[in-house]
Each structure stands twice: as structure tokens, then as C-alpha cells.
């Protein structure tokens, strides 16, 4: 499983990608709405051209040609902007010209396997199942991510599971063991992921003794 960062914001991005592990990057409209004073343009073209991989920009349009006008300018960006399109019918239409003219989706807002397997056949890239909001509702978000895998698996389908909505470590291992080829994560989460109470004491233990040692 390769791991996004789910942000707009640069300094979070640019931490996360000095770690060596970043193989992208997506935002939606409430991340970028976070970053006051902030032309969508011109973050996209800063993150783009730090991150090599993928860079998921939403459209705001709802209707098929709204989208893919718009999915076409933010295309232009730069080579690796994937157009982030919210699943509905006219999502679709847009995602299926989108990928005769080459440009890379990512279908958001996925909900169902249903959802998964339409997005897919339209010609997705990816597809992004919302773990941590479909737990909110008493759904197991976790068990999506099963069924979409072994769906897509049986067909031979190439599109990507992007597990999105990522809310605490244990989604991002469960996600990782269920088949996602992606995790998309907060910073915070992110970083979380690199601690451990034992590794902390065991650089304490080191250190300590390291200071206390006499040299023959
Ligand atoms: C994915 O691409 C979305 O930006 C994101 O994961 C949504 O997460 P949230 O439910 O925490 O807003």
C-alpha cells in the first residue's frame, strides 16, 4: 500500500514528502477552504511541482459539462494533477470523457461497492471509500474496502482503492491488509504513525547509557 497525504497545506506536504515514503497528494474543497488567502491554482502548481505523484484536485461543477470543463483547466496545472470527481451520474459522464482524453480521476465520495464497480467501468483511476465517515454512521468503513478489493480483484479491474476518510492507525493497517493500494492521511495521522511509546524509551535507554559509558 502507498501512502497520500490529505492536505492543501505546503509545510504539512513538504514534512511528509522529506520523510521519502509520499506517493501523492489529495485535496477536496473544505482542505483547500482551510487555506486562507490561497489561489486553488496557484497552490496546486507549488504542491505539483513538489510531489512527482499524484495530486487530486476536486472539480466544483455538478453537472457532467461543468466538471469537465473544469477538470480539463485543472488538468492543464500540471502533468500529474488527477481530476477528483464526486460520484454521482454526472460524475461518471465526466470521468468516462476524462479518460478518453487521458486524464487521470479519482471518483470521491464512494459509499457502496456498487458505487466502486460504476466508478471503475466509467474508467476511473481511482476510487476513494470514505472509511472514517461511513464508521460515523455505524457502518464498518474497514469492511468496504474487503469487498470493493475482492470485487475488483475477481473482474481483473486496474483501478486504484484509494482508502480515504482515514481517521487512526489502525485504519491505515487494517486498510493495508484489505487490500487498498493507497491510503490517503492526514498529516497528524500520518506522523502518528511513526511513533511508538517503546521506541521513544529505547532512544532514552540508549542515550543514557551512551552518556554514562567510560572509555578505557
Ligand atoms: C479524500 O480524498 C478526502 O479528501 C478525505 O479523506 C475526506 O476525509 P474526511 O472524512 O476526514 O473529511
Known sequence: MKFFIDTANLDEIREAHDLGLLAGVTT???L??????VSFHDRLKEITSLVPGSVSAEVIALDAEGMIKEGREL???APNITVKVPMTPDGLKAVHAFSKEGIKTNVTLI??????????????TYVSPFLGRLDDIGQNGLDLISTISEIFAIHGIETEIIAASIRHPLHVTEAALRGAH?????????????????????IEAFLNDWNSRTEA
Open 32 to 37: 483547500v477552504a482551510k487555506e486562507k488567502g
Open 75 to 77: 488538468a492543464a496545472i
Open 182 to 202: 493507497i491510503a490517503t492521511i492526514p498529516y497528524k495521522v500520518l506522523m502518528g504513525l511513526t511513533k511508538h511509546p517503546l521506541t521513544d524509551k529505547g
Open 111 to 124: 459509499f457502496n461497492a456498487n458505487q466502486a464497480l460504476l466508478a471503475a467501468r466509467a474508467g476511473a
Open 28 to 30: 477536496n474543497p473544505s
